[in-house]
T-cell receptor
Framework: GQQLNQSPQSMFIQEGEDVSMNCTSS?????WLWYKQDPGEGPVLLIA?????ELTSNGRLTAQFGITRKDSFLNISASIPSDVGIYFC??????????FGGGTRLMVKP | EAGVAQSPRYKIIEKRQSVAFWCNPI?????LYWYQQILGQGPKLLIQ????????DSQLPKDRFSAERLKGVDSTLKIQPAKLEDSAVYLC?????????????FGSGTRLTVV
C-alpha cells in the first residue's frame, strides 16, 4: 500500500527555535494535510494543501505542497511549550483515501 | 458544535475475548471512519461509511473485526476474538461529505489493551 515517510521521527528543541519536518512518498497525492495529536486525543487538522507548489500559513505554522506532489514540509517558527505533541502528515490520493505518515514527536524545552 | 463522541475511553480485555466500541459522529456528517492507531504509528484506516453503506473496508481484518452503521448515524466496531496485536487506540472520525473541504474531525479514541 501507499506509504508516507515522515522525518525526523523525533525532535527535542529549545523554546524559541524554529522547527522543520517533512514527509515524502513514492506516490502522488492530490491533497496534503498536517495534523497535531496531543496525548489521549485524536489528531487535529492544522493545515490543508490542495495544489502543487502551494504555500500556506496558519499563525506560526507554514506548510508547502511539493511541486512533484510527492512531498510536503511543515515549519513552526518561534516554538513554544504548547507546540509539544506528535505531528502527522497525511495525504489524499485519487481514490479519496487518507494515508498517514508515522509522525514526528516534538519536545520543547522551556 | 459537539465533537465526535467515542466510548469507552479505555478498555482492557484478555485475548480471545470480545469487545465493542461506539462512535457518535458530528450531527449531519454523512461520512464516518474507523482508524486503528498502534503506539508509535500513524492512524490506519479500517473502514469508511457513507451514510449506512460501506465505502471502503479493504484494510479491515474481516475474520475478527466487524463494523456497522445501521441508521446512518452512530456506529459500532467489534473485535471477536481479540488478539494481543489488536492493542491500539481506535479512532472514529466524521466528515460532512467525505471531502476535505467540509472538514474531517476525529474523536478522542478508545484505548484498547489486550492482555
Amino acid at each position: 500500500g501507499q506509504q508516507l515517510n515522515q522525518s525526523p521521527q523525533s525532535m527535542f528543541i529549545q523554546e524559541g527555535e524554529d522547527v522543520s519536518m517533512n514527509c515524502t512518498s513514492s506516490s502522488i497525492f492530490n491533497t496534503w494535510l498536517w495534523y497535531k495529536q496531543d496525548p489521549g486525543e485524536g489528531p487535529v487538522l492544522l493545515i490543508a494543501l490542495y495544489k502543487a507548489g502551494e504555500l500556506t500559513s496558519n499563525g506560526r505554522l507554514t506548510a508547502q505542497f511539493g511541486i512533484t506532489r510527492k512531498d510536503s514540509f511543515l515549519n513552526i517558527s518561534a516554538s513554544i511549550p504548547s507546540d509539544v505533541g506528535i505531528y502527522f502528515c497525511a495525504g489524499f490520493n485519487a481514490g479519496n483515501m487518507l494515508t498517514f505518515g508515522g509522525g514526528t514527536r516534538l519536545m520543547v524545552k522551556p | 458544535e459537539a465533537g465526535v463522541a467515542q466510548s469507552p475511553r479505555y478498555k482492557i480485555i484478555e485475548k480471545r475475548q470480545s469487545v465493542a466500541f461506539w462512535c457518535n459522529p458530528i450531527s449531519g456528517h454523512a461520512t464516518l471512519y474507523w482508524y486503528q492507531q498502534i503506539l508509535g504509528q500513524g492512524p490506519k484506516l479500517l473502514i469508511q461509511f457513507q451514510n449506512n453503506g460501506v465505502v471502503d473496508d479493504s484494510q479491515l481484518p474481516k475474520d475478527r473485526f466487524s463494523a456497522e452503521r445501521l441508521k446512518g448515524v452512530d456506529s459500532t466496531l467489534k473485535i471477536q476474538p481479540a488478539k494481543l496485536e489488536d492493542s491500539a487506540v481506535y479512532l472514529c472520525a466524521s466528515s460532512f461529505s467525505g471531502s476535505l473541504d467540509y472538514g474531517y474531525t476525529f474523536g478522542s479514541g478508545t484505548r484498547l489493551t489486550v492482555v
